[in-house]
């Protein structure tokens, strides 16, 4: 069964207690944010949506697409010179009447919200490993490494 987006909190908790240095700065979660909120229904209540700055602009860290019933889709990661922004950026760009336009056709299961979690700047190193530790526990229907839903 696919992970949850409260299943996503849960997991960044349990790393943030179970493997972060107590002296490290503090993860940023962002809120919700609504890739395409001109859709009806949708299963999660987002704060921000297409076409808002993306949180934790400028900052590395990671990044999870969900569907419109909040089930993990994707798990990704911007580190070292990269960041959340640019990432996002490579997936979606402005389509007509400037709404969101996803810029692949891969997707097994349309994204819908994106969450994202920004690590310190001094850290930026530390996404890849919350997002092997994400990957790693979190079953999602497009990431190829990590626990993977049945066909």
């Known amino acids: 069964m696919l992970g949850t987006f409260d299943d996503l909190k849960a997991k960044v908790d349990e790393y943030c207690s179970c493997y972060r240095h107590p002296k490290m700065g503090d993860l940023s979660s962002g809120p ?3 890739l395409f909120p001109e859709r009806e229904g949708g299963a999660l209540k987002a704060k921000c949506c297409w076409n808002d700055t993306w949180p934790s ?3 590395a860290g990671i990044y999870a697409f969900l569907d419109d019933d909040g089930r993990v889709v994707y798990i990704g990661k911007s580190s070292m ?3 959340v ?4 950026n490579s997936y979606c760009q402005y389509g007509q009447n400037k709404k969101c336009k996803l810029k692949h056709d891969h997707w ?4 819908r919200y994106v969450w994202i979690v920004g690590v310190p700047n001094e850290t930026s190193f530390e996404a890849a490993a919350l997002e092997e530790f994400l990957i790693r526990e979190i079953v999602t229907s497009c990431n190829v490494n990590g626990v993977s839903a049945s066909p």
């Open 81 to 83: 010179k990269s960041s």
């Open 57 to 59: 602009n400028g900052k």
């Open 32 to 34: 919700l944010y609504d």
């Open 108 to 111: 097994k299961v349309q994204p």
């Open 85 to 88: 922004s640019a990432r996002l």
